[in-house]
């Protein structure tokens, strides 16, 4: 097995034997080995630069008080100086990628129960999902698993709502706040501006769009014209925004970048809500520690 990376920043492939375990671990041990020889060359670059200014003040100091011959030798130890400086290797600093800083809180605490469906029967294009009986408790951690097609982002529509029950029951727990990661993220796919479509005060919904990597001129640009990374990060900012205390997440993973993966598993890791999770993403799986798995 081979992992190929596209390195951020600098445009270029690099292959890592192994799995994925391997990959991480061999980057980091590189990423730390590229910033010890970096740090060790800029020190002693430091170390000659500052010998070099030390010795041109003594040249300066000698031409004024001594013979040609001393102001001489001083201006040879001033080259041997430079020289040295050019024979210091020049080491690639290492790219340092944005950073997303994902914090997502609770609003409330809310009741024990968050949403109950009982007797559910749904329809969406033709598929026909049910009847469905499920509780979601305060605190569940729960992993939608089963094949492509089998009903998975239908069951979550249910859920939240989203899609009308054709039979059956839904009863959402007071104090419940849910928000939806769709998997297509269709809140975005319009001709609004991102500020406008995101809502609220335009300075609150700027800066915190900013903290998660859309800047400026991303906030004024058409919603719909946003990549499949900048939708799903415009919706994780409204989640942080509502302050939501049951995550329903389709896909969370899709189309972002290695750094916010790992960020938003480290974010579901503090999370202190309710979470209902369907993901392709093996490595997200294993680390979301499901309190119940649910197959479909």
Do not use: M
Request: hydrophobic share 40%.
């Amino acid at each position: 097995t081979t992992i190929v990376e596209l390195e951020e920043g600098r445009h270029r492939l690099r292959e890592w034997p192994g799995g994925w375990s391997e990959y991480e671990a061999a980057r980091a041990r590189a990423r730390e080995e590229q910033y010890r020889r970096f740090d060790e060359a800029d020190e002693r670059r430091r170390e000659v630069e500052g010998l070099i200014r030390e010795r041109q003040g003594q040249a300066r100091a000698h031409g004024r008080g001594a013979g040609r011959r001393g102001t001489h030798a001083q201006s040879t130890k001033v080259r041997q100086a430079r020289r040295a400086l050019e024979r210091i290797d020049r080491v690639e600093k290492p790219f340092e990628p944005w950073e997303l800083h994902l914090a997502l809180e609770p609003a409330s605490r809310g009741g024990d129960l968050v949403v109950r469906l009982e007797g559910a029967v749904v329809e969406r294009g033709g598929f026909r999902l049910g009847p469905l009986d499920l509780e979601v408790r305060r605190g569940d951690r729960i992993a939608v698993t089963g094949r492509n097609g089998s009903g998975k982002s239908t069951l979550l529509a249910a859920l939240t709502g989203k899609l009308a029950l054709v039979s059956g029951w839904r009863e959402l727990g007071a104090g419940a706040v849910v928000g939806e990661l769709e998997q297509t993220r269709e809140r975005f796919a319009v001709e609004q501006p991102l500020v406008e479509a995101f809502g609220g005060p335009q300075e609150k919904a700027r800066t915190l769009l900013a903290k998660f990597g859309l800047g400026a001129d991303d906030v004024l640009r058409p919603a719909r014209t946003l990549s499949p990374g900048e939708r799903t990060r415009a919706q994780l900012a409204l989640l942080a925004a509502r302050g939501v205390n049951c995550l329903v997440l389709d896909e969370p993973t899709n189309h972002l970048d290695l750094p916010a993966i790992e960020e938003l598993e480290a974010a579901l890791d503090g999370y202190a809500g309710t979470i209902v999770l369907v993901t392709h993403d093996r490595r997200l799986l294993e680390r979301f520690g499901a309190t119940r798995t649910i197959g479909v």
